[in-house]
């Protein structure tokens, strides 16, 4: 859901041209990153029960 909703921003800065929106787009993608990361290599940690 992280890139999704980054990809929905860095659309939106285009649109907008409002730098901070690119900025945040990219922490989300760093943050998707880091959660497909942990679910291929660490899965035991994501138990969310």
């Known amino acids: 859901a ?7 921003l860095a659309s ?3 649109i907008t041209g409002i730098i901070a929106l690119a900025w945040i787009s990219g922490l989300l993608a760093l943050a998707g990153i880091a959660f497909t990361a942990l679910g291929a ?3 035991h940690l994501l138990h969310l029960h």
Do not use: K
């Not at 992280?2 to 929905?8: H, S, T």
């Open 2 to 8: 992280a890139f999704q909703i980054g990809i929905v």
């Open 12 to 14: 939106a800065t285009i």
């Open 41 to 43: 290599f660490m899965p």
